[in-house]
């Protein structure tokens, strides 16, 4: 069964940073695409970052101030998130497609960032 636990998440000051962690189990974790999607307020969930063992993407609002990596050997993902701005409060998930149909859509329970002076 696949499980996502995120965590990490706060309030912090505009300029701030933060790191968020998504610990997975229940899957060959190395061999999958791990993302980050955030959702604001009155918003739908966006895509923030994907890391595969290729290398990282990164959403333009984010690039340059978030780094997304991985642990393999712990089955661990994080989100390092510098420069941080209201604009990226948000709840923030994790995510792995798993396979082709909608059941294979697996989400953290996400973890809450605030942005605020």
């Known amino acids: 069964q696949v499980q996502l636990v995120d965590s990490g998440g706060g309030l912090v000051q505009p300029g701030g940073s933060l790191r968020l962690s998504c610990a997975a189990s229940g899957f060959p974790f190395s061999r999958y695409t791990m993302g980050w999607y955030r959702e604001a307020p009155g918003k739908g969930r966006d895509w923030v970052a994907s890391?595969?063992?290729?290398?990282?993407t990164y959403a333009d609002s984010v690039k340059d101030r978030f780094t997304i990596s991985r642990d393999n050997a712990k089955n661990m993902m994080y989100l390092e998130m510098k420069s941080l701005k209201s604009e990226d409060t948000a709840v923030y998930y994790c995510?792995?497609?798993?396979?082709?149909?909608?059941?294979?859509?697996?989400w953290g329970q996400g973890t809450q960032v605030t942005v605020t002076s």
């Open positions: 995510n792995v497609v798993t396979g082709l149909s909608s059941r294979d859509i697996h």
């Open positions: 890391i595969r063992n290729t290398g990282p």
